[in-house]
């Protein structure tokens, strides 16, 4: 079985602040691990993922986020928050050979000029 | 290269009627993957389509099906609609089966009264 949690359903930072939204999974096998960004009335867009190799994996607008297997971890961060930012955020994990993602509750960050 | 399309983006349905979303994939994917996103239970896995045979399916009730046609475009239909069936459904396409890197459609926003 495989699931996500994801720590904190709201996070406000400061336009310029550090960004940190955390996720734990779940797995009995290897883990395929995504961090996915929804605004307002649209679909999900990929952000980063991990399915083997370097563990600190970068994305697209700045974020990165690294799989830590010791903590069962996948936190996303971003050095510096920018209002575009502002979303729900989503990570979701899935294995090899499989295209069923299993999603978090989400987080929605509030950026705060 | 055009994105993955669903059609309609919004819908009015009656409890106990029947409805059906369509999504066209991006050119050259072969899966389709459904979601349903919820405010109370996020994001839920539907079914994955691959060259017309379902590959895999989520927990959701019978009266919750799909299909696939040779041109990959996809269907989902619900029967004997519920109120609790309003939600977003989401569309996915991959490439290749198993090739875990899915870009969503917009979605079709269900409003069942």
């Known amino acids: 079985a495989q699931s996500v949690t994801q720590l904190g359903s709201h996070v406000s930072v400061s336009e310029g602040a550090l960004v940190l939204l955390r996720c734990n999974y779940s797995?009995?096998?290897?883990?395929?691990l995504f961090w996915y960004v929804q605004y307002p009335n649209q679909g999900l867009q990929l952000l980063l993922k991990?399915?083997?190799?370097?563990?600190l994996v970068k994305g697209i607008n700045g974020f990165e986020a690294e799989f830590k297997k010791s903590e069962t971890s996948f936190h996303l961060t971003k050095p510096s928050a920018h209002m575009s930012d502002a979303a729900e955020y989503f990570c979701?994990?899935?294995?090899?050979?499989?295209?069923?993602?299993?999603f978090g509750t989400g987080t929605r960050l509030t950026v705060i000029p | 290269k055009a994105g993955v399309t669903q059609t309609p983006r919004y819908l009015i349905k009656t409890r106990g009627q029947q409805v059906t979303l369509s999504c066209s994939p991006i050119?050259?994917?072969?899966?389709v993957s459904w979601y349903q996103q919820t405010p109370g239970q996020g994001l839920q896995f539907l079914f994955e389509?691959?060259?017309?045979?379902?590959?895999n399916k989520g927990n959701f009730p019978g009266r919750f099906s799909g299909r696939q046609f040779s041109n990959s475009r996809s269907e989902m239909n619900v029967s004997t609609l519920e109120l609790g069936d309003s939600a977003l459904y989401l569309c996915?396409?991959?490439?290749?089966?198993?090739?875990?890197?899915?870009?969503f459609g917009q979605g079709t926003r269900l409003t069942v009264v």
């Open positions: 996915a396409s991959s490439s290749v089966a198993g090739n875990t890197e899915a870009f």
């Open positions: 797995s009995s096998v290897p883990p395929y």
């Open positions: 991990y399915t083997t190799g370097a563990t």
């Open positions: 979701a994990v899935t294995r090899a050979g499989a295209n069923n993602l299993f």
């Open positions: 050119s050259g994917h072969r899966s």
């Open positions: 389509y691959f060259s017309e045979t379902q590959r």
